[in-house]
């Protein structure tokens, strides 16, 4: 079921209707239980569904490409990461949540890379800010919400955890190249 966004307009200066306060409770009554009674009606007759809120989790929205989920690791062909370590989305995050060990790579198309990469999820904001500070288009918000544990300790995602095939992640990697400006894939970081 795809989203929808609805742009309400805001009525900048108040009339005297308005200012009588009553009448404008009785219109908001109106407009609620019009929207009650209807999504009664197709409740029970099973028509007119699209009223109804999305029956989760039966039933899921197709979050439109600007959606910011759970930050991931773009992760090539070969199952490494395609991160560098440089460490600038550590620098742009503003909980401090990642958290980054650079190590070498000897011989590899990609000498730098993570040797560790946790993202504390009880802490990200889901700003986006470490996806757009990144040069290499190496770490991306995906669609992943639904995170929940028992306790702190297993809200740290380490790299084996985060890292998700970049053919998964097409569609936002497409989007923030046309956000970002970007027209091109950045260059390789060849050895
Ligand atoms: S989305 Fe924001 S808060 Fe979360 S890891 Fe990225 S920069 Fe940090
Ligand atoms: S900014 Fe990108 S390349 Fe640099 S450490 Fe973060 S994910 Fe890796």
Redesign the pocket.
Same mark, same amino acid.
């Given at each position: 079921m795809p989203g929808s966004v609805i742009k309400v307009k805001r009525q900048e200066k108040i009339g005297w209707l308005e200012r009588l306060y009553v009448p404008m409770i009785i219109k908001g009554l109106f407009v609620t239980g019009g929207h009650f009674f209807r999504n009664l009606r197709g409740f029970v007759t099973g028509k007119n569904r699209t009223d109804f809120v999305v029956q989760y989790p039966e039933e899921r929205v197709d979050y439109p490409s600007a959606f910011r989920g759970m930050p991931v690791?773009?992760a090539l062909d070969d199952g490494l990461?395609?991160?560098? *370590? %440089?460490?600038?989305?550590?620098?742009?995050c503003p909980t401090d949540c990642?958290s980054?060990v650079?190590g070498e790579l000897e011989g590899a198309r990609i000498e730098r890379y993570?040797e560790a990469?946790d993202i504390d999820m009880s802490r990200c904001m889901y700003c986006g800010l470490?996806e757009e *500070? %990144?040069?290499?288009?190496?770490?991306v918000m995906s669609r992943e919400v639904e995170i929940s544990t028992y306790d702190r300790q297993s809200m740290i995602f380490e790299k084996e955890n985060l890292l998700v095939h970049e053919n998964l992640l097409k569609r936002r990697i497409d989007f923030i190249r046309g956000d970002y400006e970007r027209d091109r894939e950045p260059p390789k970081s060849d050895v």
């Open positions: 690791l773009v990461p395609k991160c560098v *370590a %440089c460490g600038l989305c550590e620098f742009a990642i980054i650079p993570p990469f470490c *500070a %990144c040069p290499e288009e190496a770490i």
